[in-house]
Nanobody, 119 residues
Framework: QVQLVESGGGLVQPGGSLRLSCAASGSIFNIYTMAWYRQAPGKQRDLVATITKGGTPNYADSVKGRFTISRDNAKNTMYLQMNSLKPDDTAVYYC?????????????WGQGTLVTVSS
């Protein structure tokens, strides 16, 4: 069984920064693309950023230049550095990983971590 554990959410003032982490544990043979999504109250879950196994990032237009996605393959961990935060960034942030357990491909979600940007 594979589990993703997120951390790093919280309350921050506009213009502030937060760093989210997502660590995978369990039976993992290989992790392919990793991604961060977010879901604001009353809205659908939207893609924020992705990163390939080789480290190539891609971002939603709304976060380009402010957020940085990274990964540590040795630790099966992904990060999201969020700078210049705005109230519109308030949401529950979810991590997602596509991975091979050795017996097959699996898409796994984290439990979500709340980010609140407010003065």
């Amino acid at each position: 069984q594979v589990q993703l554990v997120e951390s790093g959410g919280g309350l921050v003032q506009p213009g502030g920064s937060l760093r989210l982490s997502c660590a995978a544990s369990g039976s993992i043979f290989n992790i392919y693309t990793m991604a961060w999504y977010r879901q604001a109250p009353g809205k659908q879950r939207d893609l924020v950023a992705t990163i390939t196994k080789g480290g190539t990032p891609n971002y939603a237009d709304s976060v380009k230049g402010r957020f940085t996605i990274s990964r540590d393959n040795a630790k099966n961990t992904m990060y999201l550095q969020m700078n210049s935060l705005k109230p519109d960034d308030t949401a529950v942030y979810y991590c997602n990983m596509g991975l091979n357990t050795g017996t097959g491909y699996l898409g796994v979600w984290g439990q979500g971590t709340l980010v609140t940007v407010s003065s």
